[in-house]
Structure formats: C-alpha cells, structure tokens
C-alpha cells in the first residue's frame, strides 16, 4: 500500500500519508465536440508525485500497479479522510526531474468487456461452435433464429428465459400451430415439424428474470451491467436508475444475434439514444440519465466571491449550433430485412399470405421513422439549421420514439448556452448532471440561474467545469 499526501498526515488508525503529493488532475465530459450526451468521455489522469530525495526513483521498477484501485481522499469537517474520488491506476511512468506519475483511468474499462460471455458447446452444429449466445429483450420482431439442431429442425433466440415466442415465420408467411412442434419459453427455443422451405424468422418478448420482463431502458442497463458484467451492487446508483426508468418509460427492443460481439458499454450507448447520458461517478457509481434542462434543488451557489473565480460564455457543440430543424429516430427494429425474394406468395394477390403490401414494405426496410419539425425555425429564425440524419433508437412504439424526439428537439429550441467555470471548490465536489445556482453580470443579467454540469476538469491548479443554463 502506497500513502502519499499533499502534508505528512497520520489518521486515526495510525496510517502515515508521506508528503509529496500533488492534487491530481483527471476529466469527464459528455461534450463530444459536436453534440451533448452519450456515454461521457475520460482523460487519463494524472497523480504526480515529488520526487526531491529520490524516495520514489525505483518505484516504477519495484511495483505493479495496473489495475490497482486509487482512493483520493480529503478530511471532512471532524479532520476524518474521506474517500472523494476512486479510480483505477493504470502505470507509473517519469515525470518531470523530480516527479514521478501515476496515470489513472475511470470505471469504463469494466463496461468495456463483451456483454454476453455464454457460448455454444463444442459439440453444437459446427456454424455455431463456440460461438456466443444471442440475446433479447423486449419484444423483437421478425429476428433470425440460431439453429440448434438437424433434427427435428429447432431454434434458439435467447440465452435464458423469454417471456413469449410468438409468431414464427417462414419465408415470410406464418406457420400454423400444426406446424410448431414445441415452444419452450424457459429455454427460448421452438422446433417445427418439417424442414422449412425457407428462411426461419420469429417475434419474441425477450428476456424474463427473477419474474420480470425487462423492457426499458432502465432494466435492460441494469441486468447489463450488474447481472451479465457482474459488477457489484455497490457500483449502483438506484437513485439515477430511478429517475432513469421514470424520465424513459418507453418499451424498448434489443436483440444481439449469435455473429455479434459487442461490449456491455456498446449496449448501453444504443439504449441512451438520442437523448441519454452515463458514466461512473467519482466514487465509482454508475450513473445514467436524461439530458434536459437545469432544475430542481442546486448543490450551492456560485458566485464571484462564493466559489466561482470566473464564468464566460463558449460555443455550443456544432450538432445544436443552429439548433436542428428537424429530428428523426428509427423504431420498431425488423430483425431481418427480407426482400421480395426471400418471401413467398404473391402481393398481388388478395390473400397475400404475407400478409400485404404494408407488411412487405416494413420487412424490406430495418426500421419505421419518426420525426418532430419545425419549419418556423428552418425557413425564418435559423436558416442555417441543420437536418441531421435519423437516429438509430431501440425503441418499439412511434408515441414513445416521438416523445423524446420532441423533448430533444424543444430543449435544444429552447436557446441552450454553455458557460465555462473556473471555480474556487473542493477537489472532485461537482460531477456530470450536477445542478448549481450561478450568479454573475455575464449570465442572464446577473440574475441567479440554475446550470447542469456538462464537463468537470479537475487540474493541478483547481477545479473547471462547462455549465448548460
């Protein structure tokens, strides 16, 4: 265990902290140069150590330190350490003459690892061998099967328990219940009678456990992250998964075939699309929410004098600066993008067994779009305003898709600025989503008005953040 302090100091359990630390430095944004939200972005930081007398010069022979937990800790009103920013080491490597440094890194290395670890046996059928198992939640249409079995012809859509495998389909048409073998929900797999003519699609609600489907936002982060990833419940923050749940209650659909490898933090980027937010706090908690407007009760004040040094207006991110226009999302995801030819009858036809010229459309296409305008803005107020291609969402219903495509689009209407702060308050105090009272001559007149924390960058001379009012 290595103590080092910015003063000697010996806490109450007689543990000796040895001069020579400097205050670290490490970022967390979710500006991404050209929008807000999404998952947040982390520099490496840094915990720079002196090095006068040469007490740290074989520190970076004689020990390992990747992977090794960070606790930065400053003492609270009673003189007690206090732990106000946890993270992981990752080197150790030279400083300047009389340092050395530490370079930290935050949580996203845990979310950063393939979301599903369970793979076919050895012995499965050899295009499956090995391979991992797909996965679903929420209802999931017209997806592909794995198949599992010669004889008789069976299928697979999910790793554990479904909550419903509804209609099956081959070459577009349904089968009839004389044609279904078997349908296991709690292993999520169906066998059909005979060899189909061809290919095998299905709708499904997907994933089930402990009794609950989990179709929101919400549920699926959750059974992600602390159920598949394995991490800890103390990395959660029921309080942000809440509000999460209750800012987005529209169902969602996600389905990750057999052929897909993608991270747990892959999934939850396309959960929070377009208008979600996430990353670990300093203390490690995973956080995730909705990027709206300021409000509620502010941590403090800031102002001249009462922690805030200085405060300027700074560009908005290029994607809202000119607002959009207009916005689109994709919803209600077709599993498998089939073409005239991959489907059997005849559109033509008044019994279509397809089941018309609505269904073969939605089939050629991977998704339904929505979309929330507003001419007034393109064609009078910003003429420059942009009409960014449609979002890729994971939800099922057009109102859902809607109503937060609206909220993204009044927010950003709503004429958003971004103020840079250097402030004069303890290291790691303000975090992503954090809502403080500013007060300043160049802010809305000198008027206190809430702000939200886009960017915090703590440094080696203090502490600056980006404010949304």
Not at 187 to 215: K, M, R, W
Not at 223 to 245: E, M, N, T, Y
Not at 336 to 352: C, F, I, K, N
């Amino acid at each position: 265990m290595i103590r080092t302090g910015t003063e000697n100091f010996i806490d109450a359990d007689h543990q000796e902290y040895r001069h020579g630390m400097r205050r670290p430095s490490f970022k967390r944004s979710i500006l991404t140069g050209s929008a807000v939200g999404g998952w947040a972005s982390t520099s490496l930081g840094d915990l720079e150590l002196d090095n006068l007398d040469g007490h740290w010069t074989n520190l970076m022979n004689a020990v390992a330190v990747d992977g090794r937990d960070v606790a930065v800790k400053m003492p609270n009103g009673a003189g007690v350490p206090e732990t106000v920013f946890a993270c992981t080491a990752r080197d150790i490597v030279p400083g300047d003459d009389d340092t050395v440094r530490v370079r930290l890194r935050d949580w996203d290395y845990l979310l950063d690892k393939p979301a599903q670890t369970q793979t076919f046996p050895d012995d499965a059928l050899a295009d499956i061998a090995n391979k991992r198992l797909p996965m679903a939640y929420g209802p999931c249409n017209n997806i592909t099967p794995v198949r599992i079995k010669e004889e008789p012809p069976t299928y697979r859509v999910n790793d554990g328990a479904s909550r419903a495998i509804k209609t099956i389909r081959v070459g577009g048409v349904p089968l009839q219940p004389g044609d279904v073998l078997s349908r296991d929900v709690a292993a999520s797999t169906f066998a059909l009678v005979a060899e189909p003519i061809a290919d095998v699609t299905v709708d499904i609600e997907g994933a089930v456990v402990n009794g609950v489907y989990l179709n929101t936002a919400a549920l699926i982060i959750e059974d992600i992250v602390f159920r598949r990833l394995g991490l800890p419940a103390s990395r959660k923050s029921p309080a942000h998964l809440a509000q999460l749940a209750a800012d987005l209650p529209g169902e969602m659909q996600l389905y990750v075939s057999h052929g897909e490898e993608p991270t747990g933090l892959d999934l939850i980027k396309r959960l929070l699309v377009p208008m979600g937010w996430g990353c670990f706090s300093w203390l490690g908690k995973l956080q995730v929410g909705v990027w709206k407007l300021a409000s509620g009760e502010p941590k403090c004040l800031l102002a001249p004098g009462e922690g805030l040094v200085s405060l300027r207006r700074v560009e908005l991110p290029s994607d809202i600066n000119p607002p959009p226009w207009r916005v689109r999302g994709g919803y209600d995801r077709n599993g498998t993008v089939q073409s005239a030819s991959q489907l059997r009858g005849d559109e033509a036809s008044p019994t279509d067994p397809v089941g018309g010229a609505e269904r073969r459309r939605w089939l050629a296409r991977a998704q339904d779009i929505a979309q929330v305008k507003d001419e007034v803005t393109r064609d009078l107020i910003h003429r420059g305003a942009p009409d960014p291609e449609p979002w890729d969402t994971c939800y099922v219903h057009k109102i859902d898709c809607e109503l937060v495509l609206s909220a993204y689009h009044a927010h950003w209407l709503g004429a958003r600025a971004h103020y840079h702060g250097v402030l004069d308050t303890p290291p790691f105090y303000w975090d992503i989503g954090d809502v403080a009272l500013l007060q300043h001559p160049d802010l809305n007149g000198g008027a206190p008005t809430l702000g939200r924390v886009a960017e915090v960058d703590e440094t080696p001379d203090g502490t600056e953040a980006i404010f949304e009012v």
